[in-house]
């Protein structure tokens, strides 16, 4: 099968997203089609496994729509809800979530994303926003990049998490020999 080019080398612009924020709407776009794609066969019973102390896929997989919704919120020169202050304290929380939940989750809140950038454009991406209790410096166009480049992190992440629990689960463990040679064990 034939890779596809990643999002932002596709040339298509997202209908109704500023020029600037383009970037901003494409790799949130290869966040979610990645997030699909590592997590199709991935056990639910994995979900909260933290190999190594590293986060858990399952706090991946909240964390990605909640700091979504936070950041567009304070783009929008909004006050954080109770309900999004709680959904914060829970996202470390292991609950009965399925894979597929979690990931429509994310899915769902990336289309939201996207619908909420087509509000900024033009001087308005230059405006002073506040962020969080402290209401440090920012623009609408700094936390929207935030809000791509937070997710991307958290994909990359979530990536190397699944494939060290997949193989774990698998009994295909690999050591690095050095640079031309590895082990499979």
């Known amino acids: 099968m034939k ?3 990643e999002v932002w080398l596709r040339g298509e612009p997202v209908d109704g997203i500023a020029e600037w924020l ?3 709407a494409h790799a949130l776009l ?5 997030i699909t794609n590592m997590m199709e066969s991935f056990p639910d019973h994995l979900l909260w496994e933290r190999p190594g102390g590293c986060a858990a896929p399952g706090f991946h ?4 729509p909640g ?4 950041l567009l ?4 020169a909004k006050p954080l809800s109770t ?3 709680d959904n914060l304290k829970e996202e470390t929380i292991a609950d009965n979530s399925t894979v597929n939940e ?5 899915q769902t809140r990336i289309t939201l994303t996207l619908e909420r950038l087509k509000q900024f454009s033009g001087n308005k991406l230059l405006e002073h926003r506040g962020v969080g209790r402290a209401q440090l410096p920012s623009t609408v166009m700094g936390l929207c990049t935030h809000a791509a480049e937070h997710t991307m992190r958290h994909v990359g992440q979530l990536l190397v998490t699944v494939r060290v629990l997949q193989n774990t689960a698998t009994g295909a463990l690999s050591v690095n020999l050095g640079r031309q040679r590895s082990l499979k064990i």
């Open 3 to 5: 890779q596809q080019k």
């Open 22 to 24: 383009q970037p901003v």
């Open 30 to 34: 290869q966040a979610g089609e990645e």
């Open 61 to 64: 997989l909240r964390h990605i």
């Open 67 to 70: 700091v979504l919704d936070r």
């Open 73 to 76: 919120t304070y783009a929008e």
């Open 83 to 85: 309900e999004q202050l």
């Open 102 to 106: 979690l990931v429509q989750r994310c």
